[in-house]
């Protein structure tokens, strides 16, 4: 699986973005997560919102409320809708599938090349 992930940019405090990340395939089975992290300069990359095929969402706590992930499989695009963006939120962002192939059983965990976000103040 290849992940190409864009719509990064500049932005004001206050202001949004929205991210994609196109997918060469998109496995959305029960267990299979397609999610964003973050990393931000001098620190880990952190989780900032993943789904799965069962339409399960989870947010990490800085991301409740502002922003929001979805997946249409008819475009094998995930989507990172970012509102009320702050200085915090600046970073790399980073699309991931993983979870096991259900035709192989085989664990999969895929990253894309990321797409810098920066929020001035």
């Known amino acids: 699986v290849q992940l190409q992930a864009s719509g990064g940019g500049l932005v004001q405090a206050g202001g949004s973005l929205r991210l994609s990340c196109a997918a060469s395939?998109?496995?959305?089975?029960?267990?299979?997560?397609m999610a964003w992290y973050r990393q931000a300069p001098g620190k880990q990359r952190e989780l900032v919102a993943e789904?799965?095929?069962?339409?399960?969402?989870n947010y990490a706590n800085s991301a409740k409320g502002r922003f929001t992930i979805s997946a249409d499989k008819t475009k094998n695009t995930l989507y990172l809708q970012m509102n009320s963006l702050q200085p915090d939120d600046t970073g790399v962002y980073y699309c991931?599938?993983?979870?096991?192939?259900?035709?192989?059983?085989?664990?999969?965990?895929?990253w894309g090349q990321g797409t810098q976000v920066t929020v001035s103040s």
């Open positions: 991931n599938a993983n979870g096991p192939d259900p035709r192989t059983a085989i664990e999969y965990d895929y």
């Open positions: 395939e998109m496995i959305l089975g029960v267990n299979n997560f």
């Open positions: 789904t799965t095929g069962s339409n399960r969402v």
